[in-house]
């Protein structure tokens, strides 16, 4: 039963046949690294380092960052941590970073493209994380959030190079930086895809408006199409592909993904051991099967019901 699979479900994430999917964790502070530790979690897909900083009024000092950064690298011994640097701007809004006034933050200067505007801040943060990593034993990576366009990506990577980081890679969360994976895969070491801005923006729903809350759906079929264009791009181009978005922690969903092309998997920590278990019980082919069904769904429930409907029929 599933229940017993989980009680014995430990270790490495992997499918039926062996194939290795890596379990990360999504973390925001020193606090939940420890229960992602706790949990079993085989490294960190995403550490959202603005949650670290959302009351500051000032930019953090390299010092005060490389602090913080050092005592959750501590926690990840041989093991990586991708690290995001600062996503300000809408849902995350950051004092030092963050336009006031906009009429649309969701589409404005956020993430990535604030950054750029303030390169010192951006600069500041690589070169903590450059030092916090040099003094640690895990495998440090940095990603960018809201990148829209392949020049994006290559002015990140070309930064985090010279700041000394060696592996840089994109968000994949915007439709644009999606549509166009084949070029931006050329700009950047891994992609990651964060399902939840995705969403928003294929659907065009606002993730933080309740009365839109049912267009937030990641099994939707516009959604699926753009994650297995970033993973057939990922696999031409030899460029990992993670998922860092909430739908990662949804069991089928999982599945689903690794057979749209996902390499590896990132999610709240207590989503681990039932996307572990459910992954364990499928093959790389049957992934595939499944995630050619949803791809050609006309709608996210009718994605969702053909999935289970072939695993249960
Ligand atoms: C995402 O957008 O899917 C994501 C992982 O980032 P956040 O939820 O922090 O915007
Ligand atoms: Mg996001």
């Known amino acids: 039963t599933l229940e017993a699979i989980r009680a014995q479900s430990s270790g490495p994430g992997a499918l039926a046949d062996g194939h290795a999917v890596p379990l990360l964790a999504n973390i925001g502070s020193v606090d939940s690294a420890r229960e992602a530790v706790a949990r079993g979690a085989e490294g960190v897909g995403l550490f959202r380092t603005e949650v670290l900083f959302l009351g500051a009024e000032k930019a953090p000092t390299v010092e005060e960052q490389a602090a913080t950064y050092r005592e959750v690298f501590a926690q990840f011994p041989g093991q990586k941590v991708v690290v995001r640097v600062l996503d300000a701007g ?54 960018a959030p809201m990148v829209s366009t392949a020049q994006e990506a290559q002015y990140f990577r070309d930064l985090a190079h010279e700041l000394g980081i060696a592996i840089a ?30 969403t928003q923006y294929t659907l065009a729903a606002d993730r933080l408006l309740g009365t839109v809350a049912t267009f937030q759906n990641p099994w939707h079929p516009s ?20 998922i860092c978005g909430e739908a990662a922690a949804d069991p089928i969903l999982a599945v689903v993904l690794v057979g749209l092309g996902a390499t590896s998997l990132s999610m709240s920590s207590s989503a681990i051991a039932d ?21 050609s769904a006309e709608s996210a429930e009718a994605a969702r019901a053909a999935v289970l409907g072939a695993i249960h029929p």
């Open 169 to 198: 890679g994109v968000m994949v969360e915007v439709p644009s930086c999606a549509i166009l994976a084949d070029h931006v895969a050329q700009h950047a070491d891994f992609m990651s895809i964060g399902t939840n801005d995705l």
């Open 90 to 143: 809408a849902d995350k809004p950051l004092a030092f970073l963050t336009d006031q006034g906009e009429e649309n933050p969701a589409l404005g200067r956020r993430g990535l493209r604030a950054l750029a505007a303030h390169e010192e801040i951006l600069r500041d943060q690589l070169t903590a994380l450059a030092q916090a990593a040099a003094g640690s034993d895990a495998i440090v990576q940095v990603m």
């Open 275 to 295: 996307v572990r278990a459910e992954l364990s019980m499928h093959s790389l082919d049957d992934a595939r099967r499944l995630a050619a069904l949803a791809v």
């Open 223 to 242: 959604v699926l199409r753009l994650i297995e264009t970033v993973g057939s791009a990922g696999a031409a181009h030899d460029v990992p592909v993670g």
